[in-house]
Each structure stands twice: as C-alpha cells, then as structure tokens.
C-alpha cells in the first residue's frame, strides 16, 4: 500500500526559505522518478520538481533557480529546498512518483495529505 507522507510547509515572507520532506513507503522508491507538485488555490495541480532515480532534475519555469529537489533512495525520501519564496509559491505541495501513483480497488490516484506552503507579500 502506497503512503506518501509530506512535511515541512509553513507561512513566511516572501524572499523566504522552506525545506520540504516527504517519506515514502510502499513503492520501489529507487525505481521511481520521484515528484513534487503544487496546487495553488483554485488552480490545477501541477508537477513543479522532478528527479530521477540516478538524480537528473527537472524543474518548472517558475521554479528554476529558486527551487532545489533532491532524494535519498537508502531512506526512501524525497525533499525540495524552497529559496527566494515568492507569494505566487503558495499552495499545497505534494510529493508523488511521476507519472503519480495509483492505488486501489477501486483504482484512483494516490495522494498524501500534503503541506501548506503560503508565502506573504
């Protein structure tokens, strides 16, 4: 069973920092391209950060050269380094493999809880 376990998020102003965490269980961590996304208010949810097994990273526009992915496949855990935080960063961030995890029956899409992120002007 799946368990994706996000922590880590908070209030702080902008030009702030976050490290976010994410503990894993449940899936062939080492195997998996792992992912952080964000769903700001009222938006989709949208694959910000990636890393590959071997470590190669992909971010969005918006992120790059603000944000920092990085894993430890011997702890299973996934974490994203947040610099110069801007208000537009706000929302809930999950970690999740990519193309996300599925679960079930009934087969759906697994998601953690997440953790708030909101950065004040």
């Avoid at 368990?3 to 965490?21: F, M, N």
């Avoid at 998996?32 to 694959?47: C, H, S, T």
């Avoid at 470590?55 to 920092?68: D, L, P």
Wanted: with cysteine; net charge positive; proline share 5%.
């Amino acid at each position: 069973q799946v368990q994706l376990v996000e922590s880590g998020g908070g209030l702080v102003q902008s030009g702030g920092s976050l490290r976010l965490a994410c503990a894993a269980s449940g899936i062939i961590f080492r195997r998996n391209v792992m992912g952080w996304y964000r769903q700001a208010p009222g938006k989709e949810r949208d694959l910000v950060a990636s890393i590959t097994s071997d470590g190669i990273t992909n971010y969005a526009e918006s992120v790059k050269g603000r944000f920092t992915i990085s894993r430890d496949n011997a702890k299973n855990t996934v974490s994203l380094q947040m610099n110069s935080l801007k208000p537009e960063d706000t929302g809930v961030y999950y970690c999740n493999k990519q193309p996300p995890a599925v679960t079930g029956p009934p087969i759906r899409v697994y998601w953690g809880q997440g953790t708030q992120v909101t950065v004040s002007s």
